[in-house]
């Protein structure tokens, strides 16, 4: 059996009574480790912490491991009952879905355990869930790629007036061009787009007044933590708050309900 196990948003904690039962039973534990990370992060400690509670020795699963290698993973769970740790929810990156499909192709008998996700925690902030339009992710942009592929889902969000959820960038062990280039991989430090950074590059590609320096936002940083930062105001004022430690994500506020607009006001600048 092939376990895919939500963890939610916070820390090790917030992996739910079934995961963790599944956790315990299983005989190799996989943690997934670049569509998302706990806002523990990823440092020796962290993961110690993880194994502690969980108790059982955890492998980081990089993106060279699930794009590349995860083929292993399925065929030990031919084999025995293994558990691959997902932030956040199981589905909420495309990446485990193709996990699904694979594992069912071999025959492995796959089992999901839900949790919370960004998806649904953000509701936090007081807009309306059913509300959103599609949701939306933000690369870096580098001096020879700019891509944004991402502006007209923002520009048709805006014209159905819905609000528009802007997950952000995180980089986790991606190796340099240079690197490639030459053969042996060199990888980059790690790096997690800020909320500043996001409206920087939505501020340069912005096109058909979908939006503009005056347009509601919220920034919010490490959603489901005890010291999560939400913050609204207009999108050129958010560029001055410090929202601290990853992970960050953005919303663009479409038309609001009175009662989101009441929501609002706890949470503007």
């Given at each position: 059996?092939?376990?895919i ?5 916070g820390?090790?904690?917030d ?5 963790l039962?599944?956790?315990r039973?299983c005989?190799k ?7 998302s990370?706990?806002?523990l992060?990823?440092?020796?400690a962290a993961l110690?912490n993880?194994?502690?509670l ?7 699963a ?7 290698r ?7 769970a031919?084999d ?7 932030v956040?929810d199981?589905f ?6 193709d996990?699904?499909?694979?594992a ?15 998806m ?9 869930l059913y509300?959103?339009g599609e ?10 790629w ?27 062990k991606?190796?340099t061009?240079?690197?490639?280039a030459r053969g042996?991989k060199?990888?980059?430090?790690p790096?997690?787009?800020t909320?500043n950074?996001a409206i920087?590059?939505?501020l340069?590609?912005e ?6 320096k005056d347009t509601?936002c919220?920034?919010?940083?490490r ?6 930062k939400i913050?609204a105001?207009p999108m050129?004022?958010?560029?001055d708050?410090?929202?601290?430690p990853?992970?960050?994500c953005l919303?663009?506020v ?6 989101e ?9």
């Amino acid at each position: 059996m092939l376990y895919i196990v939500g963890l939610g948003l916070g820390d090790e904690r917030d992996i739910t009574v079934r995961g963790l039962d599944a956790v315990r039973s299983c005989s190799k534990i996989y943690m997934e480790a670049y569509t998302s990370l706990l806002s523990l992060g990823l440092d020796p400690a962290a993961l110690a912490n993880l194994e502690k509670l969980y108790g059982k020795e955890i492998t980081v699963a990089d993106r060279e491991m699930v794009e590349e290698r995860v083929d292993q993973v399925l065929l030990e769970a031919a084999d025995a009952d293994v558990a691959f740790l997902v932030v956040g929810d199981p589905f909420g990156a495309t990446t485990h879905t193709d996990l699904v499909v694979r594992a069912k192709k071999m025959g492995v008998q796959v089992k999901v355990i839900h949790n919370a996700s960004v998806m649904n925690a953000i509701g936090v902030c007081g807009l309306q869930l059913y509300r959103y339009g599609e949701t939306i992710s933000i690369p870096f942009f580098t001096e020879e790629w700019r891509p944004d592929s991402f502006y007209k889902k923002i520009v048709n969000n805006s014209q159905l007036g819905l609000h528009t959820l802007c997950l952000l960038d995180i980089r986790v062990k991606e190796p340099t061009w240079e690197s490639l280039a030459r053969g042996k991989k060199v990888y980059e430090p790690p790096r997690f787009m800020t909320v500043n950074t996001a409206i920087s590059q939505l501020l340069e590609v912005e096109e058909e007044r979908a939006y503009g320096k005056d347009t509601l936002c919220i920034g919010v940083a490490r959603l489901g933590s005890d010291d999560q930062k939400i913050v609204a105001g207009p999108m050129e004022k958010l560029l001055d708050v410090d929202f601290g430690p990853p992970l960050h994500c953005l919303i663009i506020v479409g038309e609001t309900h009175p009662l989101e607009e009441e929501m609002l006001e706890f949470y503007k600048m």
